[in-house]
C-alpha cells in the first residue's frame, strides 16, 4: 500500500505543473504579441501625423484627428513654407515694374543736375528711392567714384541707368557738364522712347531746350513739384523691359 501511494504522488505533482505550463506559456505568448504590435501602431501613428507635411499642408482624410484639424490653419510647419501654398510665402503685391529685365543695370534712374540745382537733386532721388516701386538712383555726388575722371563717370552713369532724369534749370544750361549729359543721353538712346525725361524746373517753354523740343517735358508745377509724374514715366518705361 506505501509502495502504490508514494508513486501515486509524483504522478499527480506533473499532471498538475502541464496547466501551469501552458498558463505561463499563454501569458509569454500575449506579451511576445503584444511587444510585436506596439512598434507598427506607433509607426501607424507616427505616419498619420506626419501626413499633413508630406502632402503639401494638406489635412488627412480623417477628421477626428487632432493633427488634421490643426494642420490646415498652421504656417509653422517647413514643407507648408516651401509648398508655396502658404501666404506669408507668396507676396501680398508684385510691383509691374521689378521685371527681369530692370536687373540688367546697376540703377534705374541717372538724375543729370547743374552743381547750383544739388539739393533739389537730392529732394527727387529721396522721392525716387522711397516710393513703392524703390527705385534705384544715380546721383554724381553720392555715387561717383572719387578721383575718377567726371567724362568718364558721366558717360558709366548714362550707360549703366534705364532712364535719365534731366533737371532744367537756368543753372542746367549754362553748366557745359550738364549739356554734355543731356547730349550724350540723346546720342546713347535716340530711339528709346520714354527713357529720357526733362523736369523743367524755373523756366519758360521758350527756354527750353531746342534739341529737346521733340519731346515733351515734366513741369515742377505738377503734382509734388512734378516728382510724382516723373516717377510714373519711369515705372512705366520699366514695364516695357522684358
Given at each position: 500500500?506505501?509502495?502504490?501511494?508514494?508513486?501515486?504522488?509524483?504522478?499527480?505533482?506533473?499532471?498538475?505543473?502541464?496547466?501551469?505550463?501552458?498558463?505561463?506559456?499563454?501569458?509569454?505568448?500575449?506579451?511576445?504579441?503584444?511587444?510585436?504590435?506596439?512598434?507598427?501602431?506607433?509607426?501607424?501613428?507616427?505616419?498619420?501625423?506626419?501626413q499633413p507635411a508630406t502632402q503639401d499642408g494638406l489635412s488627412p482624410s480623417s477628421p477626428s484627428s487632432?493633427?488634421s484639424r490643426s494642420s490646415p490653419q498652421s504656417g509653422s510647419s517647413p514643407a507648408r513654407r516651401s509648398?508655396?501654398?502658404?501666404?506669408?510665402?507668396?507676396?501680398?503685391?508684385?510691383?509691374?515694374?521689378?521685371?527681369?529685365?530692370?536687373?540688367?543695370?546697376?540703377?534705374?534712374?541717372?538724375?543729370?543736375?547743374?552743381?547750383?540745382?544739388?539739393?533739389?537733386?537730392?529732394?527727387?532721388?529721396?522721392?525716387?528711392?522711397?516710393?513703392?516701386?524703390?527705385?534705384?538712383?544715380?546721383?554724381?555726388?553720392?555715387?561717383?567714384?572719387?578721383?575718377?575722371?567726371?567724362v568718364s563717370e558721366l558717360c558709366q552713369a548714362l550707360s549703366s541707368s534705364h532712364c535719365r532724369v534731366?533737371?532744367?534749370?537756368?543753372?542746367?544750361?549754362?553748366?557745359?557738364?550738364?549739356?554734355?549729359?543731356?547730349?550724350?543721353?540723346?546720342?546713347?538712346?535716340?530711339?528709346?522712347?520714354?527713357?529720357?525725361?526733362?523736369?523743367?524746373?524755373?523756366?519758360?517753354?521758350?527756354?527750353?531746350?531746342?534739341?529737346?523740343?521733340?519731346?515733351?517735358?515734366?513741369?515742377?508745377?505738377?503734382?509734388?513739384?512734378?516728382?510724382?509724374?516723373?516717377?510714373?514715366?519711369?515705372?512705366?518705361?520699366?514695364?516695357?523691359?522684358?
Amino acid at each position: 500500500m506505501a509502495s502504490s501511494s508514494s508513486s501515486s504522488i509524483p504522478a499527480s505533482r506533473t499532471q498538475s505543473k502541464k496547466p501551469r505550463d501552458k498558463i505561463a506559456d499563454w501569458f509569454r505568448q500575449a506579451l511576445l504579441k503584444k511587444s510585436k504590435k506596439m512598434p507598427v501602431s506607433q509607426e501607424s501613428h507616427l505616419s498619420d501625423a506626419s501626413q499633413p507635411a508630406t502632402q503639401d499642408g494638406l489635412s488627412p482624410s480623417s477628421p477626428s484627428s487632432p493633427s488634421s484639424r490643426s494642420s490646415p490653419q498652421s504656417g509653422s510647419s517647413p514643407a507648408r513654407r516651401s509648398s508655396g501654398v502658404s501666404p506669408a510665402s507668396s507676396p501680398t503685391h508684385v510691383d509691374s515694374s521689378c521685371s527681369s529685365g530692370r536687373w540688367s543695370k546697376d540703377y534705374d534712374v541717372c538724375v543729370c543736375h547743374s552743381e547750383e540745382d544739388l539739393e533739389t537733386a537730392q529732394e527727387l532721388v529721396s522721392y525716387l528711392e522711397g516710393c513703392r516701386a524703390s527705385l534705384r538712383c544715380f546721383l554724381q555726388l553720392r555715387d561717383a567714384t572719387p578721383g575718377g575722371a567726371i567724362v568718364s563717370e558721366l558717360c558709366q552713369a548714362l550707360s549703366s541707368s534705364h532712364c535719365r532724369v534731366l533737371l532744367i534749370t537756368p543753372g542746367f544750361l549754362q553748366d557745359p557738364w550738364c549739356k554734355y549729359q543731356m547730349l550724350q543721353a540723346l546720342t546713347e538712346a535716340p530711339g528709346s522712347e520714354g527713357c529720357t525725361i526733362p523736369l523743367l524746373s524755373g523756366l519758360t517753354r521758350a527756354a527750353y531746350p531746342p534739341e529737346l523740343r521733340f519731346m515733351c517735358y515734366v513741369d515742377e508745377r505738377g503734382q509734388d513739384r512734378g516728382f510724382y509724374q516723373v516717377k510714373e514715366a519711369v515705372i512705366r518705361y520699366l514695364e516695357t523691359l522684358s
